[in-house]
């Protein structure tokens, strides 16, 4: 398969295939011409690689997984390490955005956003500037 069916059929962009290629994440065949050419192996890696990727994964985590996947005598608590690890990211992301709606939600409530000059949106702003 050239990287166009490739990409079609893994629903990756031609473009971010070339970079899993230059960072060593998969390794196709070339022709003699100098074209790639993936197999069903590329191809079911680069369709691991994008749901891990839409899951959050970094690169490295991915790169991780990849050998974890690929090694039969793997312990799935590597695995689950891995995962949670990710699933602790995510929670504090989370918390971090609960913290920013509540304090922007405040900050909009006590703005009247009528014709006057006073904005406790920019006041706020302005002191978090002058902290910082």
């Known amino acids: 398969m050239n990287i166009g069916d490739v990409a079609a059929r893994s629903g990756l962009p031609a ?25 069903e192996k590329e191809l079911h890696m680069l369709t691991f690689l994008g749901r891990a990727r839409a899951l959050g994964f970094t ?9 974890l996947y690929a090694d039969d005598t793997r312990a799935s608590a590597d695995v689950k390490r891995i995962a949670e690890q990710h699933l602790e990211r ?27 000059p006073d904005c406790p949106i920019l006041k706020d702003l302005s002191a978090q500037l002058v902290e910082g």
């Not at 971010?16 to 003699?32: A, C, H, Q, S, W």
């Not at 690169?59 to 997984?65: P, S, W």
């Not at 955005?97 to 909009?108: C, G, I, N, P």
């Open 15 to 39: 473009k971010t295939i070339r970079y899993y290629e230059d960072i060593g994440l998969v390794k196709p065949l070339r022709d003699t011409n100098g074209y790639r050419a993936f197999r």
């Open 59 to 67: 690169i490295e985590d991915c790169r991780a997984l990849l050998a």
């Open 90 to 116: 995510i929670e504090a992301k989370l918390r971090d955005l609960k913290s920013m709606r509540d304090t922007l939600s405040e900050l909009v409530e006590a703005c009247a956003g009528d014709h006057r």
